[in-house]
C-alpha cells in the first residue's frame, strides 16, 4: 500500500503544491489537507508547508496554530504521527508547543532568500535518516521571520539531548541561536526546519540539487518498515 502524506493548505500557504510534487517524487502519494478539516483523512505522515497563514498577523503561525485542523494534529503528534514543518510550518509547530522555542523577525529585519549551507547534526528522526550525521547539503532558504530563539536551559536541553537536527554552516543568515536551522521533538516524530527541501528535489530547480529529497524519502521507508 502506498503511504498517505498529507500536506496542509492554510489561507496564504505558498509551497503545498511544491510539497505536494516533493512527496510523489519521492514515491508517496500527497494527499491534500485543508485548514478547515476537522480529520486527517487517516495520512500516515503530515507536513506544514512554508508561506504566511492568514498573513502571519499577529506572529508568524499564532493564527494558523488554532486552525480546526490542528487539534486532530496536535493530538496524534503527541502519539506518534510523523508531523514536518517547513518555514511557516515550523512557526506553526512551535506556536503549537510540539517544538521547543520560538521564531522571531530575523535580526537584519530583512526578507532573505538564498541558497543555504546546512549541517546535517540528528540523522535519527522519522524525516532524516537518509541522511548521515554530519553531512552537509545545500537547501533553499526564503523568510523574514527566521530567527530562531529560545531561553538557555532549553537551548542546553536541545543540544544535549542531540534535537538539533540541522545547522547553518558559512553564515547564520538571521540571527537563529546556536545557528540552529531545525529542531526536534523528543521522540524525532516532528521536526521542524526554516530551509525548505521541497525546492531541492530536482536538478533543473531550486538549487540545481537533490539535496532536500531525503526528507521525503526518509518519511517513506519509516512508513514501509513500520
Excluded at 507536513?47 to 487539534?71: K, Q, T
Excluded at 510540539?98 to 549551507?117: A, E, V
Excluded at 530562531?148 to 536551559?153: L, N, R
Aim: charged residues 20%.
Amino acid at each position: 500500500m502506498t503511504a498517505r502524506i498529507g500536506v496542509v493548505t492554510f489561507p496564504g500557504s505558498l509551497d503545498d503544491r511544491d510539497t505536494q510534487r516533493a512527496i510523489r517524487l519521492a514515491g508517496a502519494e500527497p494527499v491534500a489537507l485543508w485548514h478547515k478539516d476537522k480529520d486527517l483523512k487517516q495520512v500516515d505522515a503530515v507536513v506544514l508547508c512554508g508561506g504566511f497563514s492568514y498573513g502571519d498577523y499577529l506572529r508568524a503561525g499564532a493564527i494558523a496554530r488554532f486552525s480546526p485542523v490542528m487539534e486532530p494534529l496536535i493530538e496524534q503528534a503527541r502519539a506518534g504521527l510523523p508531523v514536518l514543518g517547513i518555514c511557516n510550518g515550523f512557526q506553526i509547530l512551535t506556536e503549537a508547543h510540539l517544538l521547543p522555542g520560538t521564531m522571531l523577525r530575523n535580526n537584519h529585519l530583512h526578507f532573505i532568500c538564498r541558497d543555504q549551507k546546512l549541517r546535517v547534526e540528528n540523522a535519527e528522526t522519522a524525516w532524516t535518516s537518509d541522511y548521515t550525521a554530519g553531512q552537509e547539503i545545500h537547501i533553499p532558504l526564503k523568510n523574514i521571520d527566521g530567527q530562531y530563539v529560545a531561553d538557555q536551559h532549553t537551548l542546553d536541553m536541545l543540544e544535549s539531548e542531540g534535537r538539533v537536527a540541522f545547522r547553518y554552516l558559512d553564515v547564520n543568515p538571521n540571527g537563529s541561536n546556536n545557528d540552529i536551522a531545525g529542531v526536534a521533538n523528543e521522540a524525532g516524530n516532528v521536526v521542524g526546519l526554516m530551509p525548505h527541501p521541497e525546492h531541492a528535489v530536482e536538478p533543473l530547480i531550486g538549487t540545481g540539487r537533490t539535496d532536500g529529497l531525503p526528507f521525503f524519502t526518509s518519511i517513506l521507508k519509516k512508513l514501509v518498515n513500520a
